[in-house]
Each structure stands twice: as C-alpha cells, then as structure tokens.
C-alpha cells in the first residue's frame, strides 16, 4: 500500500454513512458542558476533523473498514478533549496547547480566558457618531455591570440588546412577556445605580 493514497468512493460512502453521523452526534453530547454554543461547536467540528484524518490513516494501511466507527469516534474525542489539534500551527505541524491562547489547557494553566463578543458589542463597532472615548467607556461600565447579572438575565440583556423583540426573546428563553417587563424595568434601575457611583 502506498503512504499516501486516498480512500475509495467506497471507504469514503462508508465514513460519511457509519463514522460521520455517529461522530457528529457523540461529540454534540460529550462537550454539552460548553456554556458557549460558538466553543461547543468548535469542539464539534474538531471532532469531525479528526475522525476524518484518522480514517485516511487508517485507509492507508488498507484497515480503513475492518475498525469499528465507535474506536475511530472514541480516540477523536479523547483527542480533543486533551486539546490535541489535528493540524498543528506550529513548527513541522506539531501542537503546543501551552502556546495556544484559544486552548483550554493554557487558560487553565496561565489563569487566563477568552470571550465571544457578544452581538451587542459588535454592533457597537458601526457607531461613528459618539466619541471613541465614550464608546470605550460604555463598553467597560456595561461588561462589568452585565457580569453582575444572575447567567439567565445575561442571556436575556445580550437578546435585547441586539434590539431583537422582547416577545420573541421571551418564547424562545422559555420566559413570561411579563417577567420581561419586570426584568427591564430592574435592569434600567440596576444599570442607573451603577452608572451613579
């Protein structure tokens, strides 16, 4: 067998039947802990990266079908998890999660974090009217202010935001129109007391 040949229509119809849908669903469970839908994803298709890389590994030993797609799943998302990329940004392709300010192992191990920008704040981005001072001064009083916030009404503030319909924010959070209006009326409160110190 040669070291670099490709798998057949075959063994390709095989990985996208057996391994593809089984790997989609496995690792859609395993990183359900990621708060962030953008991180879980992430996982998700890092997951399906590897599978993916892993199979041609395996086809080019011509085992590409004899293992089980449960084996190929599984080592993909140890994979992952222990912050193991499959395409290294690093010299001769390897990966150092150390280096890495996007992963997991070197947040924790350097006590640092990132953070999605909420829409709110890229919308914010387009605002030519108001001083960049103000802007930069809003943006700092509302992250602290919102990070004072109970983690259901930061998802409510950052839907609202938006400017999206409070109705609508309230169906899809499972929330009361009414609980809503209450939340808002104490958020503008909140939000004045903070701005008054």
């Given at each position: ?33 990621f ?6 994803e ?27 797609p ?8 140890l ?13 001769r ?16 191990a ?9 829409a ?14 103000d ?63």
């Amino acid at each position: 067998m040669s070291a670099d040949r490709a798998p057949s229509p075959a063994e390709t119809d095989y990985f996208l039947a057996e391994i593809l849908p089984r790997a989609r669903r496995v690792a859609w469970k395993t990183f359900a802990y990621f708060r962030c839908d953008a991180r879980r994803e992430d996982a998700v298709q890092d997951v399906l990266l590897d599978c993916w890389a892993c199979f041609r590994r395996l086809c080019e030993g011509g085992r590409g079908t004899r293992v089980p797609p449960g084996q190929v799943v599984r080592f993909s998302v140890l994979r992952v998890k222990c912050a193991r990329r499959t395409l290294g940004s690093f010299p001769r392709g390897g990966h150092c999660p150390d280096r890495d300010a996007l992963s997991p192992r070197s947040q924790l191990a350097h006590g640092h974090r990132t953070e999605h920008l909420g829409a709110w704040d890229a919308s914010l981005k387009d605002d030519t009217r108001t001083p960049v001072v103000d802007q930069v001064v809003f943006r700092m009083d509302f992250r602290a202010w919102r990070g004072r916030q109970a983690p259901r009404d930061v998802a409510l503030i950052d839907d609202l935001a938006t400017g999206e319909i409070p109705y609508h924010v309230a169906r899809r959070r499972q929330v009361c129109p009414a609980t809503i209006s209450k939340l808002r009326v104490a958020w503008r409160q909140s939000w004045r007391t903070f701005q008054s110190r």
